[in-house]
């Protein structure tokens, strides 16, 4: 039997300069982004993929046991390799103090299609923190970003 990270990637294709959202939740759903730094430490990670020409952020929300991201390709590198970069690089920052598995093996993703589907796909993110009720304000939740919305 092939591992589900497999399957996750069975049909996954990268294309430079297309546009993907992709979901990576945390190992056994542990709470780890409720930490304000943490979460911090993800959103700079991020940030430093798009720095490094990896990608370019659209949106973002990062969940307390996982994240939604929303960005461009912007490298011949694969998809997998870029999402492994950043959630490699927050795992290295986070567990200088612990050494814990922070992440759950793969990602699940999807192409966005066309301009209405990333538009959609930006306020679905968005707009997590209001469907787990964390928030009954978007702008009350300090983790998310969107260049779409102010």
């Not at 598995?101 to 793969?106: L, S």
Request: a positive charge.
């Amino acid at each position: 039997m092939k591992p589900h990270s497999y399957k996750l990637r069975q049909h996954r294709y990268s294309n430079i300069n297309h546009y993907y959202s992709v979901t990576a939740c945390t190992f056994n759903r542990i709470k780890l982004f409720e930490d304000f730094c943490n979460a911090r430490i993800l959103i700079n990670s991020l940030k430093h993929s798009d720095l490094n020409g990896l990608s370019k952020t659209v949106c973002f929300v990062i969940m307390p046991d996982h994240m939604h991201w929303l960005f461009q390709l912007k490298t011949k590198s694969s998809l997998s390799s870029v999402v492994g970069k950043v959630k490699g690089r927050a795992s290295f920052l986070i567990n200088k103090t612990k050494k814990e598995q922070i992440w759950q093996a793969g990602f699940y993703d999807s192409l966005i299609r066309n301009e209405e589907h990333l538009m959609r796909q930006a306020r679905y993110i968005a707009a997590n923190p209001l469907r787990a009720g964390i928030v009954d304000e978007l702008r009350k939740y300090p983790h998310w970003d969107c260049i779409y919305l102010n």
